[in-house]
């Protein structure tokens, strides 16, 4: 079974430009959840869907980030303009609905180095 | 924002030896969850606890949780260089929301 796929997997731009991941989560898995990840820091959620419904958003900086996920599949986050304080680890997971268990699969992540 | 708080914030042992790491937490959760997280790479889901268990084995993993403390455990026995990594606990507080916490690094000689 194929795990959570990511692209790219690792980037880098000039501030003040725009830039987009892209996340394919595991088949039949219908809540997806795009995290930031800091050096040193554990994962922190920026928003989560279930299907193509963000059902929590409340931590994604709605200025300059974006995301979708059309027809419930796929996802794509976006930065525009990413800023030098956007440089970390973006890490999407997967999960399917399961009253008691919400175990996440994680990508290998996109890291954003913005100079 | 960081619910959790791994303690200690590293670990280095030998090959053999067990590996204690523990975590704290703020508020009142559903379950516990551990996640390792091996270098530039995404975090793996090792264990489980749920808020009305008090322990939970798997393989060479051993986790408690201690409610009334808000603490949790995570015990590696005989340890491999293969677990080297960071290890990271996460509260679901009822939410279908992780928080996860600071991560402990271990480092693992040979």
């Known amino acids: 079974e194929a795990g959570v796929v990511q692209s790219p997997r690792y980037k880098i731009i000039e501030k003040k430009q725009p830039v987009a991941f892209w996340c394919n989560p595991i088949?039949?898995?219908?809540?997806l959840y795009w995290y930031l990840q800091n050096l040193g820091q554990g994962p922190e959620l920026l928003i989560r869907?279930?299907?193509?419904?963000?059902?929590?958003d409340s931590q994604l900086p709605k200025d300059r980030f974006s995301a979708e996920r059309l027809k419930g599949v796929d996802s794509t986050l976006k930065i525009q303009p990413a800023e030098l304080g956007d440089s970390a680890v973006y890490l999407c997971?997967?999960?399917?609905?399961?009253?008691?268990?919400?175990?996440?699969?994680f990508g290998p992540g996109t890291r954003l180095t913005v100079l | 924002s960081q619910q959790g708080e791994e303690d200690p914030q590293a670990l280095s042992i030998q090959e053999g030896e067990n590996a204690t790491m523990n975590c704290s937490y703020k508020t009142s959760i559903n379950n516990l969850q551990w996640y390792r997280q091996n270098s530039g790479r995404g975090l793996v889901h090792l264990i489980l606890?749920?808020?009305?268990?008090r322990e939970k084995h798997s393989g060479r993993l051993r986790v408690t949780l201690d409610t009334s403390k808000k603490s949790s455990s995570l015990l590696i026995t005989a340890s491999r260089a293969a677990d080297t990594a960071s290890y990271f606990c996460?509260?679901?507080?009822?939410?279908?929301?992780?928080?996860f916490g600071t991560g402990t690094r271990l480092q693992v000689f040979p």
């Open positions: 996460a509260t679901d507080a009822r939410t279908d929301k992780l928080i």
């Open positions: 869907y279930e299907n193509e419904e963000a059902v929590d």
């Open positions: 997971a997967s999960s399917s609905r399961g009253i008691g268990n919400n175990e996440q699969f």
């Open positions: 088949s039949g898995h219908n809540t």
């Open positions: 606890i749920r808020s009305n268990e």
